[in-house]
């Protein structure tokens, strides 16, 4: 089924398009929450809570950009409003009972284990998403959707509604603030 095809039957209220739809998109909404909220219930609520907004907005749909990149910025918006929540929440105590006065994790979550990594990596792959998780927001957004999900620059600028030379910066200063990261738990974990 062409794009147009099923943007029609959405609009229309299909089921069999929107189940279609789903099925297509299901892996990558998925995987994008997962890069970013970093806990894989959380990332099945923010996928179901994506399609259901496409669904109920997909009216409103002029399909300026593709199908995919207009889910994609539900996705990271979603999941972003989600770690905000997260965020904002009132278990500070909790959270101060987990952290240090210098900030350092007390306690290791448990680990992270994203299905586009292969088993032999997933020891490097925990560091790097601990390290992912203590990047600002659309430096991880960026990240996630770059380097995990294969989107290239022109669509993360329109799903992060920025410019390109915006998302090459956004890119830049991650990997920056990566390698500074990864270089510091590096020494602290030699002591």
Do not use: C
């Not at 794009?3 to 069999?16: N, R």
């Not at 999941?79 to 009972?97: A, E, M, V």
């Not at 991880?140 to 290239?152: D, I, M, Q, S, Y």
Request: hydrophobic share 40%; proline share 2%; no cysteine.
């Amino acid at each position: 089924m062409q794009e147009q095809e099923l943007i029609q039957q959405l609009k229309q209220g299909s089921e069999a398009a929107f189940k279609t739809f789903v099925e297509t998109h299901q892996d990558r909404v998925f995987n994008t929450a997962l890069g970013i909220v970093q806990n894989a219930a959380d990332a099945e609520d923010v996928a179901q809570e994506v399609f259901i907004q496409a669904f109920r907005s997909i009216g409103s749909f002029k399909g300026e950009s593709k199908l995919s990149t207009w889910l994609y910025r539900i996705a990271t918006t979603r999941s972003l409003d989600l770690l905000r929540s997260k965020k904002s929440k009132k278990r500070f105590g909790f959270l101060q009972r987990l952290f240090n006065d210098q900030g350092d994790l007390l306690y290791d979550p448990p680990e992270f284990h994203h299905p586009g990594i292969a088993l032999e990596q997933k020891e490097n792959a925990a560091k790097l998403f601990k390290a992912i998780a203590k990047l600002p927001e659309n430096q991880k957004a960026a990240f996630t959707l770059h380097k995990l999900e294969g989107v290239n620059y022109q669509e993360i600028s329109e799903i992060l509604d920025t410019t390109v030379s915006s998302v090459e910066m956004l890119m830049y200063r991650a990997k920056l603030n990566l390698r500074k990261i990864l270089e510091a738990d590096g020494s602290n974990n030699k002591d």
